[in-house]
């Protein structure tokens, strides 16, 4: 596997040589200052971008910025910067030798509505008018409020958004669907999952991270059937300067340690970036009376990175990613034997712009996840699983005009899954899909998108997801309502496991199981100003055939299949509010509650966690240019949820686990502009759950992280 991987990272390291003696016509030049209005000082590494080109630099340490080669046109001139305001200009090169000074003053922003997203749509669309509402966390809050992992990020920013972990992973939920219903996507591709539908949340890298987009609700008619409950795209950030570097390190409790490098490139031809990642923990329990079993076991991982994109024109951009991922886990049990993982990801991808309102872009993905149990006498692996997808992409996006847009895709799809678990140990799916999707403007302030997507599964057939959504704009508010159909196929795990484990008990797929499908309404309601964002969500899920396992019990044995067991109600609203109070301090929270039906039994449905809720206070003051302290108290809320058990009579209870909060305090200071320091305690209270396991955290830890960068 590894030489696999350095194979690839050599033949990128060779790429860029072919593109060296490429040759750039036109010497049009677009230069300026970028500064802050409220303190009219130079905002160094605001990001500048020529729309609809593949165009785009960062101000330097005095706000000055500066595009060569620029062809004759109209185009739009974009700079954004953490804190502000997105500014957009319009501007005009006549000739070939002309040169435009440029100059921005960028207000400050609570919320940056301006700021591009881009997994509502599939296409850079300002967040202010995406067709469903869509939250943001950037790289720059994972950092102040000290995230460690994808999973922390999510669960203490999010509400709504909730872990359970157990012996398979992490098993996210999200307006109360689990990991089969939520697409998780890396820079808009598809992650192979482990063994019980859920990915290595351990192979996301935070400090590689410039933002997470998070769509809840049906997003079928865009990405297919995995994203029936919500999509959450993690996007990783790009080299901006000629070069640059960075390392951090953090350490905590039960010698948790966090190592980070990444050495990066930009120049107009070609852009380069290497990331690597190293992660381990001792583990704890919080089970002592049974010392065989710890409740996060020993464990260490390793990724490599590399990134590469050539820009030959203005108007042609190619990439190329790759990576390798190892993560060992050390079982506290006597047995020589533990689980050894390995990721493998190879893309590629071509953008190419006819003209700033009109692109088509050419992609092939393919992402493999291995798991092997490896003995530690014989020092050998023997293979358990392996999950893969291949994806080919073909998209094209016009703008008929400012008041009209197209969207037309084409995918292919390919799933593998190999395993000693399910039937004859290797099956394979493939999918044909094609989608539309069409913005219009109707009327001065009301906007709507409508969007179909086809898929041709190889072994379901055929199904049409269809999507229409409101926007009126009349700001500061906001009001959109919308409808999706979801449609899930099966899992091949859901169709085919058959897991005899040690005769213990036994987990059986069914392989005539009926995909499953959602009605999705929504509506929200947004206030927005630059120092206050305020929105209520409001949605309900219908679900017809729902997946499940039922348990039954025979000679003390019990066996688990995988049955369409019952239609679905889920309800609920979402509230979320920001606000920046003044001198450096500002609000944020939010809150989710969810109603939950399993129309078959009128019961509520097991797992489902009605009530969460975030808190979040952030202090931040500037000593002097290159000196910035900043303060940030977090609550995470979770209401309970009500968990199924069977007794010794072989009958089903249900119980109630018991709610909790878990606060977290950072300190983050900055210090002659490369040099980073943050402190903190986790879980301040000390909570811990040794009954329900609705929780598995250790109790309080400190953490400290060291983090220098280089531009």
Avoid at 37 to 54: C, F, H, N, R
Avoid at 199 to 221: M, P, Q
Wanted: net charge negative; aromatic share 12%; hydrophobic share 35%.
């Amino acid at each position: 596997m590894l030489r696999r991987f350095l194979f690839v990272m050599c033949i990128l390291g060779l790429l860029p040589s072919s593109v060296q003696g490429a040759e750039v016509h036109g010497t049009g030049a677009i230069h300026g200052h970028v500064i802050a209005k409220d303190s009219e000082s130079p905002i160094v590494g605001a990001m500048i971008s020529l729309m609809g080109t593949t165009y785009g630099t960062v101000s330097d340490e005095n706000g000055a910025f500066w595009l060569a080669h620029v062809h004759p046109g109209t185009y739009t001139l974009r700079v954004s910067y953490l804190g502000y305001k997105t500014h957009e200009k319009q501007v005009h090169l006549k000739n070939a030798s002309d040169t435009l000074a440029i100059e921005f003053s960028l207000k400050p922003a609570q919320v940056d509505i301006d700021a591009i997203v881009v997994t509502a749509t599939r296409q850079e669309t300002a967040l202010k008018d995406v067709p469903q509402l869509t939250e943001v966390i950037t790289g720059e809050e994972l950092q102040v409020t000290g995230a460690v992992t994808v999973q922390d990020a999510l669960e203490m920013n999010i509400p709504g958004i909730e872990f359970s972990p157990d012996s398979h992973g992490a098993n996210i939920q999200m307006q109360g669907l689990g990991s089969d219903y939520i697409l998780i996507l890396l820079d808009g591709e598809r992650l192979a999952q482990q063994d019980r539908s859920n990915i290595d949340f351990n192979r996301l890298n935070t400090s590689d991270i410039e933002r997470i987009e998070v769509t809840k609700g049906s997003a079928s008619s865009l990405y297919g059937s995995n994203a029936i409950g919500g999509v959450i795209n993690i996007i990783t950030k790009k080299p901006q300067y000629p070069l640059e570097a960075s390392a951090s390190y953090r350490i905590s409790k039960y010698g948790e340690q966090n190592i980070n490098g990444m050495l990066g490139t930009k120049s107009d031809l070609w852009s380069a970036k290497l990331t690597i990642n190293k992660k381990q923990s001792d583990g704890y329990d919080l089970t002592p009376e049974t010392p065989t079993s710890y409740t996060q076991e020993k464990f260490e991982d390793l990724s490599l990175t590399p990134w590469l994109r050539m820009t030959p024109s203005d108007k042609l951009q190619l990439d190329f990613q790759g990576n390798y991922y190892q993560y060992e886990r050390f079982d506290a049990t006597t047995i020589p034997q533990h689980p050894r993982n390995y990721g493998f990801t190879l893309g590629s991808s071509a953008n190419y712009y006819f003209s700033p309102e009109q692109s088509l872009k050419l992609s092939w993905h393919t992402d493999q996840y291995e798991q092997y149990d490896y003995y530690e006498r014989l020092d050998e692996e023997e293979l358990s699983a392996i999950h893969r997808y291949d994806n080919a992409k073909l998209i094209f996006a016009t703008g008929f005009s400012k008041t009209h847009a197209l969207t037309l895709g084409g995918e292919f799809l390919r799933e593998k899954l190999v395993s000693d678990r399910i039937t004859n140990g290797r099956k394979t799916t493939q999918n044909w899909i094609g989608f539309a999707q069409e913005e219009i403007q109707l009327i001065e302030k009301l906007r709507t998108v409508a969007g179909v997507q086809f898929v041709h599964h190889s072994t379901f057939g055929s199904h049409v997801s269809p999507r229409v959504s409101l926007l009126y704009q009349d700001l500061p508010f906001n009001i959109r309502l919308g409808y999706s159909h979801g449609f899930r196929t099966p899992t091949l795990k859901e169709l085919y496991m058959d897991w005899d484990h040690f005769g213990m008990f036994f987990i059986e797929g069914t392989s005539d199981l009926e995909p499953e499908t959602s009605n999705y309404f929504t509506g929200s309601l947004e206030f927005i100003t630059e120092r206050l964002n305020a929105s209520i969500l409001l949605y309900h899920n219908s679900l017809k055939n729902m997946i499940a396992t039922v348990t039954t019990t025979e000679d003390g044995i019990s066996t688990e299949t995988y049955k369409n067991v019952s239609d679905a109600r889920l309800q609920g609203f979402d509230l979320l509010l920001k606000v920046g109070i003044g001198r450096g301090l500002s609000l944020s929270g939010g809150y989710s509650f969810v109603d939950s039906k399993d129309l078959e039994t009128d019961l509520e449905i097991e797992g489902v966690i009605r009530h969460t809720a975030r808190l979040r206070a952030e202090y931040n003051y500037l000593f002097s240019r290159g000196f910035n302290l900043t303060l940030a108290l977090q609550g995470k809320y979770n209401g309970g949820m009500i968990y199924e058990s069977v007794n010794d009579d072989g009958e089903v209870e249900r119980e109630n686990y018991r709610p909790y909060w878990n606060w977290r305090l950072t300190a983050s200071q900055q210090l002659f502009a490369s040099i980073t320091f943050t402190a903190g305690v986790d879980n301040i209270f000390d909570y811990t759950d040794t009954v329900d396991f609705s929780t598995i955290t250790p109790g309080r830890r400190f953490f400290s992280v060291i983090q220098y960068s280089f531009n």
